[in-house]
């Protein structure tokens, strides 16, 4: 397949090398301030384009007329300039830019270490804004379930039904593959899961990225399906005080404060936060349909720039919780005994990131985390208590050279994980490993980014994960991406299943290997009018997989094990969005495909809770410091069960939500009403199992709502500007 891509873009690019006639030539000079020349600023016209060299002078080779000249580079604010080119043309055009790192954060992507604006990248990345935040910060306040639910690709599976436990799925891969960093940080855990997704409140964040696909190349073992990259909210001028109370029809209260200043080369955000939620059961079976929860959340972040590029952030957060499901109060299992299931959380983080110039076009980046969750599991009578613990750093190097960039870095992930209650689930992880990368531009149209990391995990063993990303330039303003690459994914005790019954229910881990996957997707995107449209299709091959399956032991237990049958995964994106102020529509169809091993007959079988359809359709309008509404369909199609007393496949169901917001000065009110249409899955079957099933589980797993129809409606207070 890597062949294939080279030779595809070495055909590619032979036919774009010959000099049209009527060209003109324009030469670009980027200076600072101060007259010193800019080494390695990119200037581009169309989709030609080239790098300055030493002298800070870059040269194009255009077709005579009006063209657009675009100068950006590193740690500079990027300046344009039009111009009317007249054949056989000599133009020189001098660029003085100002040294300010901000103005690039929305234009730069940082999940790729290419420090390349978004289009220009050839690892594709798929970014939600501000704006689509905020949207979902007023329909879920406390989490970003549904933030990233509603994104293209992603899937959010509850993974715990008792206790709301879910974990995200890319192109469907199960969700203990994808990596959730926050500012590049894992200060969620090296192996994010569970709960984590269900304490991230979305009210500090400014954006999002994600990287779909093998992703190890980048971020190692724990990014096998892929990386959701949180980025944090900044403060960009003046002081920021805003406040949000919400309140939902189930029993749900959301108070967040979040403020944020700017002192001089300094500025700091805080974000509190108090959530809770009332212990619900929706079909009166005594069974908890939405778990009761109580939870704290605090973290300030401490951010430092300077002229001359250099960037700094530090923070620190701590998260308290206490949830409870399985049987409702005075309510029993159909055993007829009592099952409750409590978690207590304790979580605390710490993390810093810097980023500085190093001569005129070298970027030293350094980063690391540590963070630390105890827990405190009641599955019925079975107490668990456990602590887990990550530590994380890295250092890379970006230098530029005319057309390439090169990174080269090292970094390294320890976790440990203490099982107080138990015995032969402690371990104790190391992974250094080593990583370059390069990005370059071939001609005009193509760019190339290679990448190959080496990771050496303290228990199994060596790994290498390359990866190659083509981006080429079709006819103004289409794109084609093509990647390919592979990765690795090291096992833990911790899985969907196991979620679900806890490590008491489970043997001790023998004999497993590290899973392996290959993986690559090709997409083309472009614009037609006012419409931006994309399509992606997208295959990933998982060897050794690991299932779980029935202990055979007299007190049910379950066993994980590596399967003889790869896991297969195809599939397809379809994304188009209209944008026409003050109104915006939004398509996006999602085809899944996936087959494994049942660990039971080792036969291959569609992979459980994977929908073959997903198709959504947002339409919003709002007139900008007035209101805002929306309307949203998002429809699931028929997905495969594990062990299901009551049916082999799920229901499609259609999933309709609305939102309305109006400003009153510096108030804004918010009424969002969500599953409009009272989707249940315990309409259709029961969540409770009539007997026991592996592990000791009494519930089904959750393939359709369980909360059904719920409105929110609360206020926002923005008492400073951003």
Do not use: C
């Amino acid at each position: 397949m890597i062949r294939f891509l080279i030779l595809a873009v070495l055909v590619l690019t032979a036919g774009h090398t010959a000099a049209a006639q009527g060209s003109a030539t324009v030469r670009v000079r980027a200076l600072r301030p101060d007259s010193t020349p800019i080494h390695g600023a990119l200037v581009r016209a169309d989709t030609v384009r080239a790098r300055t060299g030493a002298s800070g002078e870059g040269r194009l080779s255009l077709v005579s007329g009006a063209r657009q000249i675009v100068v950006t580079a590193l740690g500079f604010a990027p300046d344009s300039v039009a111009l009317d080119l007249r054949p056989g043309s000599d133009t020189m055009v001098t660029f003085v830019l100002r040294e300010r790192e901000t103005e690039l954060t929305g234009v730069v992507v940082s999940a790729t270490r290419s420090e390349r604006r978004i289009e220009d990248d050839p690892v594709r990345v798929e970014a939600l804004g501000a704006e689509e935040v905020v949207e979902k910060l007023l329909m879920t306040p406390g989490d970003i379930t549904m933030m990233l639910n509603e994104t293209s690709g992603l899937r959010v599976q509850v993974s715990s039904p008792s206790l709301g436990g879910a974990s995200v799925r890319v192109q469907g891969l199960r969700g203990r593959y994808t990596q959730l960093l926050s500012d590049g940080l894992p200060l969620y855990g090296g192996q994010t899961g569970g709960l984590g997704l269900l304490q991230v409140p979305p009210m500090d964040l400014g954006g999002v990225e994600v990287i779909k696909g093998v992703a190890s190349a980048l971020y190692g073992g724990t990014a096998l399906g892929g990386v959701v990259n949180l980025q944090s909210r900044r403060p960009t001028e003046g002081p920021i005080r805003d406040l949000l109370l919400n309140q939902t029809s189930l029993g749900g209260t959301d108070g967040v404060a979040f403020l944020g200043n700017m002192l001089g080369d300094w500025s700091y955000t805080l974000l509190a936060g108090a959530h809770s939620q009332a212990q619900k059961d929706r079909d009166g079976d005594d069974w908890t349909d939405l778990p009761g929860y109580s939870r704290g959340v605090i973290r300030p972040r401490l951010f430092w720039s300077s002229e001359d590029g250099g960037a700094a952030m530090l923070t620190a957060g701590t998260t308290f919780e206490s949830r409870n499901g399985g049987t409702m109060p005075e309510g029993l299992a159909p055993d007829g005994s009592p099952y409750p299931e409590r978690l207590r959380t304790r979580r605390f983080d710490a993390g810093g990131t810097y980023r500085g110039l190093v001569g005129g076009s070298g970027l030293l980046s350094l980063r690391g985390s540590f963070s630390t969750q105890d827990h405190r599991h009641v599955f019925g009578s079975v107490r668990e208590r456990d602590e887990h613990r990550t530590w994380f750093g890295e250092a890379a190097f970006t230098a530029m050279r005319g057309r390439q960039t090169w990174v080269f870095g090292a970094a390294m992930l320890a976790e440990s994980y203490d099982a107080r209650d138990l015995d032969g689930f402690d371990f104790s992880f190391t992974t250094p490993g080593v990583f370059t990368q390069l990005t370059t531009d071939v001609g005009d149209r193509v760019s190339l980014t290679g990448s190959v990391r080496a990771d050496w995990h303290s228990e199994y063993g060596a790994f290498a994960s390359p990866r190659l990303s083509v981006l080429y330039r079709l006819t103004e303003p289409w794109t084609l991406r093509a990647s390919v690459g592979s990765g690795f994914f090291a096992p833990t005790p911790f899985t969907e299943e196991t979620e679900v019954v806890g490590l008491s229910a489970m043997r001790p881990l023998v004999g497993l290997g590290a899973e392996r996957a290959v993986g690559g997707s090709l997409d083309v995107g472009g614009q037609v009018g006012s419409v931006e449209l994309n399509a992606t299709g997208f295959a990933s091959v998982i060897r050794d997989p690991i299932g779980v399956r029935d202990a055979l032991t007299a007190v049910p237990r379950v066993e994980l094990v590596n399967l003889g049958l790869d896991t297969r995964t195809v599939g397809g994106e379809l994304l188009a969005r209209w944008h026409a102020d003050p109104l915006r529509v939004t398509l996006t169809y999602t085809h899944v495909q996936s087959t494994e091993a049942d660990p039971e007959t080792g036969a291959r079988r569609v992979s459980p809770l994977t929908p073959r359809h997903q198709a959504g359709l947002v339409a919003s309008y709002e007139s900008e410091g007035v209101m805002r509404a929306g309307l949203e369909f998002y429809y699931t199609g028929r997905q495969g069960l594990d062990d299901d007393p009551f049916r082999s496949q799920g229901k499609p169901f259609l999933y309709v939500g609305a939102l309305v917001e109006r400003a009153f000065g510096s108030a804004r009110l918010f009424v969002n009403a969500e599953n409009l249409l009272d989707v249940r899955q315990t309409k259709w079957d029961p969540l409770v199992r009539p007997s026991i099933g592996k592990g000791g589980r009494w519930t089904n797993d959750v393939w359709a709502p369980l909360d059904g129809f719920v409105m929110n409606a609360g206020v926002r207070w923005s008492l400073g500007r951003e």
